[in-house]
Structures are given as structure tokens and as C-alpha cells.
């Protein structure tokens, strides 16, 4: 175990399932003296600006001293995943954990920050906790910001409130009705607030299936030496705690 304070490794995938979870988890982790670092890859950071939680993970990881929010933009080797290999963190987490990471990490591929961070943790016998996406058949899942395209054509607007409100450009008229360009949304919700007709919809449960091979490959990760899966984020709570109280 780690002789340093308490300190964990966050690693976040281009996920939205158990997104807003994961950061509720993390900031009840900062608020009991935790200092938290973030390895976020390209996906993760663009599916948490589109789910309007960028601010909040930038304030958990403040860019203090072992608060650092990493990104792909600090580097391909991701130096700071060096730290782990000399142990010098209590424990990595990665909620959510993307399929698409799992199945990096079961087939020992590292090329993003989170998978960089992983490799290192394993290897310098860091404690691994990840919540899988695709743990299940079925889940519930919410969706970012949307149009609905139906609420939209009932209505024949001479101006389109949203269009206007957006501080991105991210909404825009096709074939004159409503679209978010996901890839320019911040998440901050105006074009939600500036509808009179209700049409922009936010965080829409939809129901979602794990294909064969990604459950597969949680299975096969659970097999893993170093590594715990959990179901939720919430259950890290308990994890850490057992982990920092049997120092």
C-alpha cells in the first residue's frame, strides 16, 4: 500500500452511461479530502462537454498537484500514468468504463490516457476498480441534449428561440427544423430553457443492449489479477473506504 496521502486515479471513457453518477461519486470523494487526478481520453472529454460536466470535473481536477485533469493534448505516453507504477496513488478507478476501453484493456492494448493509466496501474499493483458500460444484456441509459423533431415540426416558428440562445452554434435549422451538433454542444442547456414549445429534450432514459462480445469481455476482465468490477459507482464509495481504512 502507498505510504502517500490519500490519492486516486480517475479514469473516464467516451461514455454517458453512469456519467453523471460517477461524477456525483467523485465529488463526494473530493469533499472527504481526496485528491484526484483525471485521465480523460478524447471520447470521455467530448461526451462530457456534450453532457454539460466538464465544469465540474475541471473544478474535482483543478490542475493543483495531483489534481491534474490529463488529456491527450499533455502527451502520447501520457507521463503522468507513471506515477501509478510507483504506487503512488491508493487506487485507479475507471467509471464509466467504455466497451470500447474493456476491450482494450483485456487485450493489454494502452493508447489513450485511461488505458496508459491502467497498464501502469497493473503493473505496479495499484488497486483497479472499473465500472463496465456493458456489464449487463440491458440498461437504462440517458441521452445528451436532443431535438424533438416531432414538437418541432408541430410548431411553425417564425424565429427559432434556441437557434439564437446557443452560445456555440451547436443548434442549427436542417430542412428548417431544429439539430444539435453534438460535437459543438456544451452541454449548458440553453436551447432547452429558450423552447417555448418543450422541444429540446435532456437526459431521455432510453433502453440500450450489450452485444455478445462485450460481455464477454467484462467476464474475461473480472478474470484479470488487480482489477475489481462493480456494478455502479456508487459501490466505489464502500471500496475505497475498506481500501484507505485498512492502511
Known amino acids: 500500500m502507498s505510504k502517500f496521502r490519500n490519492r486516486l486515479a480517475w479514469c473516464l471513457t467516451g461514455a454517458g452511461h453512469h456519467l453523471f453518477e460517477s461524477v456525483e461519486v467523485m465529488e463526494e470523494l473530493a469533499s472527504r479530502d481526496f485528491e484526484i487526478t ?9 461526451v462530457a462537454r456534450m453532457y454539460g460536466l466538464e ?20 502527451g502520447a505516453s501520457c507521463s ?8 503512488m496513488y491508493q487506487a485507479l478507478i475507471a467509471s464509466p468504463a467504455s466497451a470500447n476501453t474493456v476491450a482494450k484493456v483485456v487485450r493489454g492494448i ?15 499493483g495499484v488497486r483497479v476498480f472499473m465500472v463496465p458500460t456493458d456489464g449487463e444484456t440491458e440498461y437504462e441509459t440517458e441521452t445528451p441534449h436532443m431535438v424533438d423533431r ?18 456555440t452554434g451547436a443548434f442549427e435549422l436542417v430542412e428548417g427544423m431544429g439539430h444539435i451538433d453534438l460535437s459543438k454542444c456544451i452541454g449548458c442547456s440553453s436551447c432547452l430553457r429558450s423552447c417555448p414549445f418543450g422541444a429540446i429534450k435532456f437526459r431521455v432514459k432510453v433502453k440500450a443492449r450489450s452485444s455478445p462480445i462485450d460481455l464477454e469481455n467484462v467476464k474475461r476482465l473480472s478474470l484479470i489479477r488487480g482489477v475489481v468490477v462493480l456494478k455502479r459507482p456508487k459501490d466505489l464509495l464502500q471500496k475505497i473506504e475498506e481500501l484507505t481504512s485498512s492502511r
Open 38 to 46: 483525471i485521465f480523460i481520453s478524447q471520447a470521455g472529454l467530448e
Open 55 to 74: 465544469k465540474r470535473l475541471r473544478s474535482i481536477a483543478d490542475g493543483s498537484y495531483y489534481r491534474e485533469f490529463v488529456t491527450p493534448s499533455d
Open 80 to 87: 503522468k500514468a507513471g506515477r501509478l507504477l510507483m504506487r
Open 110 to 124: 494502452a493508447d489513450t490516457p485511461p488505458t496508459i493509466a491502467i497498464a501502469q496501474a497493473l503493473k505496479g
Open 150 to 167: 416531432l414538437v418541432c415540426e408541430a410548431h411553425t416558428c417564425k424565429e427559432c428561440e434556441p437557434l439564437t440562445s446557443c452560445p
